[in-house]
């Protein structure tokens, strides 16, 4: 589980590009909201605060769920079948972020029936006037459908409880926070930077090579 903690951060964080083509509409639109008291970094990591805390309450349900399985199936073929799939994913969306392939967005849309739910209430939140709205539209964003988002709660799935699943979600998302953090303060900047080829390769690259470390480790194990 350690290594999954570890690996599920690194992948939070090397996803960055993924993450600011898919939630750079919702940080600017978020930042060009109407100026208030509060400062405006404090409002931005107050949104994540909630959107990480919407993946640490999806990874301690499936991770139940999970368990649940477990214990009624006895046997521990399911976990590996999780286990496999998640990393499965995870070496897909390394595919996707080197333009090899278009899996990721297919999977992606399996959510959009919960998230076209959600996203009016998360409207009718703005525009933000104080911490707890904020933490509240942060929670609603943390649905928004992510391939990144599914494969890590494939993880959680296959961690077998609910403290081990809410572990590994709350390991991804603080792996995604620098990312998103810096794109509140240098938008266009990050943005055009993720696009430059050899970053998406090279983070490409490094998430297929953590799925196959994931594997290599869990086989010899």
């Not at 073929?77 to 996707?96: R, S, T």
Request: charged share 5%.
């Amino acid at each position: 589980m350690d290594y999954t903690f570890a690996a599920l951060l690194l992948v939070g964080f090397l996803g960055g590009g993924h993450c600011v083509g898919m939630c750079g509409g919702i940080v600017t639109a978020l930042s060009l909201q109407p100026r208030t008291r509060m400062p405006p970094f404090g409002l931005l990591l107050t949104y994540n605060l909630g959107r990480i805390g919407s993946y640490t309450l999806i990874g301690g349900l499936v991770g139940a769920v999970g368990g649940l399985g477990l214990a009624t199936l006895q046997t521990g073929a399911l976990q590996q079948g999780l286990y496999l799939l998640a990393n499965g994913l995870l070496i897909a969306m390394g595919l996707y972020l080197m333009g090899l392939s278009r899996l990721v967005s297919h999977i992606e849309r399996l959510g959009k029936p919960l998230w076209q739910r959600i996203q009016p209430l998360m409207q009718t939140l703005l525009p933000v006037r104080s911490l707890p709205q904020a933490l509240l539209v942060g929670a609603l964003w943390g649905w928004l459908p992510c391939g990144l988002v599914y494969s890590a709660t494939l993880s959680a799935l296959a961690a077998g409880s609910a403290l081990g699943g809410a572990g590994v979600m709350l390991a991804f998302g603080l792996g995604t926070l620098p990312n998103l953090l810096a794109m509140g303060a240098f938008a266009e900047t990050l943005r055009h930077w993720t696009q430059k080829p050899w970053v998406r390769q090279i983070a490409g690259l490094s998430i297929i090579s953590l799925a196959v470390g994931r594997l290599v480790a869990w086989g010899l194990h």
